[in-house]
């Protein structure tokens, strides 16, 4: 409404201004009428200015009405149609329209077009400012300050996890945010890593993943203007979170029941070589080094493989292993 010259392309459509908030929720009643009230007379004033529809200007606001470009035309909404920029060019040659500096008329014809492309900056920020990137940003981060957390001087998963945060709490001030989701996969995450304190058997597990899809689904306050999370990437994301924290539990359960390989108790069950005959008291050779035991069930003689039985302080206790083999 405020252009000098108004053009539409072919099958586009012009109305629907009624006046909603930037996320989609509710103004309340008495700002909704307030706000309706001044943009329907900001719209009038427009097109009085502009020598167009007033009574249009005004319904397209408070009736939320719509026109196809034809019928802009018609109800003149708007000045003309025109196929592409060359033919609008051509088509607005000649015409005089006011300005502050008085009448002015347009030579448009075959002009020199120069685009202004979008900066590597906007398009960055409209980048992590989508949806689905933000809330991977919010997951990465999280994960990589848990692992940095986890395994203190590692260094990489605490530079990306911060860095991923940051990035993620800025696409957050220019989205409607829903708390309550962002506290769901906060909870949803702690019991993950509860799984692996305690042995609830699996229970933990499913209730963060539940936890987490319900916060990611919730996420965002206005899924009906089009700021939700695909369940495309919902459904990976969670998953691969649930993935690593399973296989962290699970590489702990197979550590816990891997024998033990060091200390006294590592000694148990290893094999030794009888240096001398061991009646019952002696000296043994276990992977190069030499022990003093105490032989149990009799006297073995030198050179006989033994089993070590069990360790009472700097002495082994052994038994028969039952093959023989050449003293070292």
């Not at 719209?43 to 249009?56: H, I, P, Q």
């Not at 492309?117 to 809330?135: H, K, M, Q, S, V």
């Not at 590592?266 to 005959?277: D, F, K």
């Amino acid at each position: 409404m405020a252009a000098h010259v108004a053009a539409m392309a072919p099958a586009t459509n012009i109305g629907a201004a009624h006046p909603v908030t930037a996320g989609g929720g509710d103004m309340g009643k008495e700002m909704s009428k307030k706000v309706a009230n001044d943009a329907a007379a900001f719209a009038r004033s427009l097109a009085a200015e502009r020598g167009r529809n007033v009574e249009w200007a005004e319904k397209a606001v408070r009736s939320s009405v719509s026109v196809t470009e034809r019928e802009a035309v018609k109800l003149k909404v708007v000045d003309l149609v025109a196929d592409n920029l060359q033919d609008l060019l051509a088509k607005i040659d000649g015409r005089v329209v006011k300005t502050t500096r008085g009448m002015v008329t347009l030579q448009t014809r075959d002009a020199p077009i120069k685009r202004i492309e979008i900066r590597f900056r906007d398009r960055f920020l409209a980048l992590i400012t989508d949806p689905n990137i933000a809330y991977i940003l919010m997951m990465v981060g999280m994960l990589g300050i848990f692992f940095e957390l986890q395994n203190p001087g590692v260094v990489l998963p605490g530079v990306i996890g911060g860095i991923s945060l940051i990035l993620a709490f800025f696409a957050f001030q220019s989205l409607p945010i829903n708390w309550a989701g962002v506290l769901l996969i906060l909870f949803g995450i702690a019991l993950l890593i509860a799984e692996i304190k305690i042995a609830s058997h699996g229970v933990l597990t499913i209730g963060g993943v539940i936890s987490m899809v319900l916060g990611s689904f919730m996420l965002y306050d206005a899924p009906e203007v089009g700021f939700r999370v695909s369940w495309a990437v919902i459904i990976p994301t969670v998953g691969a979170t649930a993935g690593l924290f399973v296989w962290a539990v699970s590489a702990g359960v197979r550590a816990m029941r891997r024998p033990q390989v060091t200390g006294a108790q590592g000694m148990v069950g290893r094999l030794a070589v009888a240096r001398g005959e061991l009646g019952p008291e002696g000296q043994v050779n276990v992977d190069g080094e030499i022990w003093r035991a105490v032989a149990e069930g009799g006297a073995i003689p030198a050179g006989e493989k033994v089993r070590v039985t069990a360790v009472d302080g700097l002495t082994l206790r052994v038994s028969r292993a039952g093959d023989r083999a050449q003293t070292p």
